[in-house]
Structures are given as structure tokens and as C-alpha cells.
């Protein structure tokens, strides 16, 4: 008798099961940004969402790990209330003083899962230097984009010497949680 594949099915490396993966990245990294405290001296509040780019970037890899960051764009775009509160709704983000950091999470999520496929996600040293590798990627879209509102000569004050407690934090929290995210995943 012949079997026939069921039209719908979480099976791992089904579509159905990647698209369940990237939208659960994507609520997660929502959910991580709901973690947040404003600075009074920079427009860019510590969140939790490193944790959840670096986590989903290790855990999906390249691709899907790109497109759980894009879909979590999308979602903000559209108005649902999934980036970090007291900013500017909706596209508004995208001209404002963190849109470099919002591309930065995509291109960071896509380097951390690009060194994670090929075998940096194996040992705690390695997954951290990938995380190391995509923290440095989101930071350099940050302050690049945050130089256009913030003077030079405050902008390292305002957009990175004071997260960094934080992110070093976030980064090993990641590390150490990528084994049971691994096994979610696969």
C-alpha cells in the first residue's frame, strides 16, 4: 500500500515546522524586547532582545534565523506591539535613533546561525565567539545609524559603553541555553 504524506505536519524539516520555527523566533525576540529599561542619557533602551537574536540566530541558523528577525520586523512595522516599549510605533522606528540596531539584529542573527552551521555552536567557547561575532555586527549597524543623532563625541556613551555589562551578561545566558534550544529545534 502506498503511503501519502500528510498535507500538514510539525514534523522537523518540514515547512510547516520552519514556519512554526520562525514565527516562534520571532515571538520570542517580541517577547525579550518587552524586557526594558531607558538610559536617560541615549535614546537606545537595554533590552532583552540580544539574548533572543543571538539564541534564535544559533539555534535556526543562517536562514531561518534571518527570517524569524525579519518576520519580527514585519510585525513591528504593521503596528503589533513587539519592540521595546517607549520608542516610536510601527515604520517610524525604521527613521528613528535604533533603526541601525534593528538591521543590526538581522544581520546579526544571520552571522551567529552562517558560524553556527558551520560548526561554532558545538562548545561553549565557540558558540561564544560566534555570539561575540554577532554582537560586534549588530553593535557596528547601531552606532553607525546612531551617529546621525548623537554627537561623536557621545556616541560610543550613548549607544555601546553602557550596554556592555549587559550584553556580556545576555551573550553567556545565550551560550548556555543553546544546548536545550538545540534540542527544541531539532
Wanted: aromatic residues 10%; hydrophobic residues 55%.
Amino acid at each position: 500500500m502506498k503511503r501519502t504524506k500528510a498535507p500538514f505536519s510539525l514534523v522537523p524539516d518540514t515547512a510547516a515546522w520552519k514556519a512554526a520555527l520562525v514565527i516562534g523566533g520571532s515571538l520570542l525576540i517580541g517577547l525579550a524586547a518587552q524586557v526594558a529599561f531607558p538610559l536617560p542619557w541615549s535614546p537606545v533602551p537595554v533590552t532583552g532582545q540580544t539574548l533572543a537574536i543571538l539564541l534564535v540566530g544559533a539555534s535556526l541558523g543562517s536562514r531561518l534565523g534571518l527570517l524569524s528577525v525579519g518576520a519580527y520586523l514585519i510585525e513591528g512595522a504593521i503596528g503589533l506591539p513587539v519592540f521595546a516599549p517607549g520608542g516610536a510605533p510601527g515604520l517610524a522606528r525604521f527613521t528613528g535613533p535604533t533603526a541601525g540596531y534593528l538591521v543590526g539584529f538581522a544581520l546579526a542573527a544571520f552571522a551567529v546561525g552562517w558560524l553556527a552551521e558551520r560548526g561554532w555552536d558545538r562548545r561553549l567557547r565557540t558558540a561564544v565567539l560566534a555570539m561575540l561575532a554577532g554582537e560586534a555586527v549588530l553593535y557596528l549597524c547601531g552606532l553607525l545609524w546612531l551617529a546621525r543623532f548623537v554627537p561623536g563625541d557621545r556616541l560610543l556613551g550613548a549607544g555601546l559603553l553602557p550596554f556592555l555589562p549587559g550584553e556580556l551578561f545576555k551573550l553567556a545566558l545565550a551560550a548556555l541555553l543553546l544546548p536545550a534550544a538545540r534540542r527544541i529545534v531539532r
